[in-house]
């Protein structure tokens, strides 16, 4: 049980790396293209990406929560 959550866990965590490079590479090429039409579709597909970002973020922290040992108090 603990492999499969492992997988879900390494696949969620590069699909948010893949995702946050996209989103760094896309606010580069929006930033130039800032003013024409081709800039408010970069901006449009930047805006969908950081909330498949979030989205993917979310549901990681959610499998992640009691994941490991509590901490000391």
Do not use: W, Y
């Not at 893949?18 to 896309?26: F, K, Q, S, T, Y």
């Amino acid at each position: 049980m603990t492999d499969v959550a492992r997988q879900k866990f390494a696949a969620l965590m590069a699909e948010i790396e893949d995702l946050e490079n996209r989103v760094a590479d896309l606010e580069t090429e929006a930033e130039e293209l800032k003013g024409t039409d081709e800039g408010k579709v970069a901006d449009e597909e930047l805006r969908n990406l950081r909330e498949q970002m979030a989205a993917k973020r979310n549901e990681l922290a959610r499998i992640s929560d009691g994941c490991g040992k509590p901490h000391p108090r």
